[in-house]
């Protein structure tokens, strides 16, 4: 079973984020975020969907377990994983300079 607050702690502490700017790029308040920490609440649906758009992955991508889904080397799923924690402008300037290469 997958520990939801955990993981929401682990894409926003790869980001560098603080719990307020995980509200700023979700579009939740802080004090909601922060809720869930100090009552060991699980956010609902809804507010778990804005999350992932903050983090730019699916709802599926959050939940995975199983990164061997689809069949890639161990160097695209490190590349994947790495540009999974980029924000949407790095994730494109990215994908143009590997354009250009």
Known sequence: MIDILARISEYRI?????????????????STISTWYRKDML????SLEKICNAFGI???????TDVN???LTDIQQDLLSEISYLSKEQQVTLLE?????
């Open 14 to 30: 790869k980001r560098n984020w603080t719990e307020y700017q995980l509200a700023e790029e979700s579009g939740l308040t802080q």
């Open 43 to 46: 956010p609902s649906l809804s």
């Open 58 to 64: 699916t709802m599926s991508q959050f939940f995975a």
């Open 69 to 71: 889904i689809v069949s």
């Open 97 to 101: 300079f590997l354009k250009t290469l």
